[in-house]
């Protein structure tokens, strides 16, 4: 097999080469709020094409190798001292997995329990390759069914708006 990022003979769907340079994330960390944070591993541009690759049948081959690159790493030293739910964002499986799901399985410690199927649109609204203007004019109007008065940490594949 090929490795999807550079094309070298793989036994991996992503080479260990990649892996250990060009897939090697970069934790950021943002405050929106007071006490609201957003954490990203990489820069979307660096990869669009793997990101893309949640619309094919290999998505979730990538989506693990770069869930066990960043969300377990993230998971394995960033210590929580209190329990705290990972929630996926729609983790609905149009194509045949979720991409937020699996990321979100990849956070599982001591103190960070996954649960899914708890935060859904309640609209099939695409927002892939719109703009901002467009994502604020079509909410995608989620809905929380899980646990009430607990901290949690909210998976998407993307940060857009």
Same mark, same amino acid.
């Given at each position: 097999?090929?490795?999807?990022?550079?094309?070298?003979?793989?036994?991996?769907?992503?080479?260990?080469?990649?892996?250990?340079?060009?897939?090697?994330?970069?934790?950021?960390?943002?405050?929106?709020?007071?006490?609201?944070?957003?954490?990203?591993?990489?820069?979307?541009?660096? @990869?669009?094409?793997?990101?893309?690759?949640?619309?094919?049948?290999?998505?979730?081959?990538?989506?693990?190798?770069?869930?066990?690159?960043?969300?377990?790493?993230?998971?394995?030293?960033?210590?929580?001292?209190?329990?705290?739910?990972?929630?996926?964002?729609?983790?609905?499986?149009?194509?045949?997995?979720?991409?937020?799901?699996?990321?979100?399985?990849? @956070?599982?410690?001591?103190?960070?329990?996954?649960?899914?199927?708890?935060?859904?649109?309640?609209?099939?609204?695409?927002?892939?390759?719109?703009?901002?203007?467009?994502?604020?004019?079509?909410?995608?109007?989620?809905?929380?069914?899980?646990?009430?008065?607990?901290?949690?940490?909210?998976?998407?594949?993307?940060?857009?708006?």
């Amino acid at each position: 097999m090929k490795c999807t990022s550079c094309d070298k003979i793989s036994f991996y769907i992503l080479c260990k080469t990649c892996q250990d340079t060009i897939l090697k994330p970069n934790f950021y960390k943002k405050e929106l709020e007071k006490d609201f944070f957003v954490y990203s591993f990489y820069d979307y541009k660096d @990869l669009e094409d793997l990101i893309q690759s949640k619309y094919y049948f290999h998505g979730d081959r990538v989506f693990n190798t770069l869930a066990k690159l960043s969300f377990k790493k993230f998971a394995d030293n960033f210590k929580f001292t209190y329990p705290i739910l990972a929630i996926p964002i729609d983790d609905h499986t149009r194509h045949d997995f979720s991409q937020t799901a699996i990321l979100t399985r990849h @956070l599982k410690n001591p103190y960070i329990k996954p649960i899914y199927n708890t935060l859904k649109s309640t609209n099939t609204v695409k927002y892939a390759g719109k703009d901002l203007d467009f994502r604020q004019k079509n909410p995608r109007k989620f809905k929380y069914t899980g646990p009430k008065n607990c901290d949690v940490i909210i998976i998407d594949d993307v940060i857009t708006t």
